[in-house]
């Protein structure tokens, strides 16, 4: 399974960006995919989590950040409203899946896209 992620770049603070997650490759099924990020000196944290019922937040990105999916294509989205400085982050996506019916779920991780945040 590969990730491929894209989306990131400067925004001004109040400003808006989508990132997207594109997962590719041997795929059986999908569990979970999420986003999640890492600031300079920092480790890295989730930012959003999407199963096929629920989706899960953290505390800094509710009211601000959606994240969806398209199962059809097997990406995943992180709509990101309201940015502030302190969003400023390599965003990651992560999945989740079964690479096909005979193997256990792996968790793989997408390359990074930065998000840059200021003025």
């Known amino acids: 399974v590969q990730l491929q992620a894209s989306g990131g770049g400067l925004v001004q603070p109040g400003g808006s960006l989508r990132l997207s997650c594109a997962a590719s490759?041997?795929?059986?099924?999908?569990?979970?995919m999420g986003w999640y990020r890492q600031a300079p000196g920092k480790q890295r944290d989730m930012v959003a989590t999407?199963?096929?019922?629920?989706?899960n937040y953290a505390d800094s990105a509710k009211g601000r950040f959606t994240i969806f999916r398209d199962k059809a294509k097997n990406t995943v989205y992180l709509q990101m409203n309201s940015l502030k400085y302190e969003d400023t982050a390599v965003y990651y996506c992560?999945?989740?899946?079964?690479?096909?019916?005979?193997?256990?779920?792996?968790?793989?991780w997408g390359q990074g896209t930065q998000v840059t945040v200021s003025s």
């Open positions: 999407i199963t096929s019922g629920s989706t």
């Open positions: 992560k999945v989740v899946a079964r690479p096909t019916a005979t193997l256990n779920t792996k968790t793989y």
């Open positions: 490759g041997s795929i059986f099924s999908i569990n979970a």
